[in-house]
């Protein structure tokens, strides 16, 4: 089974910062897609950037990138240039290509400080 | 924009009752998603659906059900509802039609549930 593990339960920056929340997951399939969703405070839940395991590039999306390290079963997520809209819980997840479910880490709350 | 409307963002329920969560997409995705948020263990699936009148068990189904009678409204149904069943839940819709997907899903705003 597809386990995906956050190990940061907190993590704090100041604004205009870079901060790297980090995800690591385990599975013997080879195709599979790796998702950042953020959920702002009593807000809807968003998706942040999203990874297929077969590109070997690094997927980007403004301040946001991510580090994927498929050997590793890595991939962490940074955002650059921190804002105080960037407050929120973040949760890492992985989608298995045959059943398009999804499997999410236990989250990180992130608190950008001014 | 993708729309994922659940019907109430606060409920408080009894021990015992039945308890009705609906959810409707407005954007013809035939993946329909409920999951259950808890602090430390993230988002769980209860049940999923890929199309009308079908539905799959997720991870932790006990307790629950589903019904999909057409394509943009998927109800989450506790039949007796317990108090471990105090929690935030969370529908969700993609696109599909098959099972081998890389979409993104699209998420309500979330009904935070209260079993007294």
């Known amino acids: 089974a597809q386990t995906v593990t956050q190990s940061q339960p907190e993590m704090s920056v100041q604004e205009a910062e870079t901060v790297t929340l980090s995800c690591t997951y385990d599975t013997s399939e080879n195709n599979y897609y790796l998702f950042w969703y953020k959920q702002p405070p009593s807000r809807q839940m968003i998706l942040v950037i999203r990874q297929e395991a077969y590109k070997q590039q690094n997927a980007t999306e403004n301040r946001f990138s991510v580090n994927f390290q498929k050997a590793a079963k890595s991939f962490s997520l940074k955002i650059s240039d921190s804002q105080l809209g960037d407050t929120a819980m973040y949760f890492c997840?992985?989608?298995?290509?045959?059943?398009?479910?999804?499997?999410f880490g236990q989250g990180t709350t992130l608190q950008v400080k001014p | 924009d993708v729309k994922v409307t659940q019907s109430s963002r606060y409920l408080v329920k009894r021990t015992g009752e039945k308890v009705f969560l609906e959810c409707v997409q407005d954007m013809d995705h035939e993946n329909m998603f409920w999951y259950r948020q808890d602090p430390g263990l993230g988002l769980r699936l209860i049940y999923f659906?890929?199309?009308?009148?079908?539905?799959e068990k997720g991870d932790i189904p006990e307790g629950y059900s589903v019904s999909r009678e057409k394509k943009e409204r998927f109800s989450l149904i506790l039949e007796s509802a317990s108090t471990n069943q105090t929690s935030m839940y969370l529908c969700a819709s993609s696109l599909g039609g098959d099972r081998g997907y890389n979409q993104p899903q699209h998420f309500g705003d979330g009904t935070r549930l209260s079993i007294l």
């Open positions: 997840a992985f989608m298995n290509s045959n059943t398009g479910k999804l499997i």
């Open positions: 659906s890929y199309d009308v009148k079908m539905k």
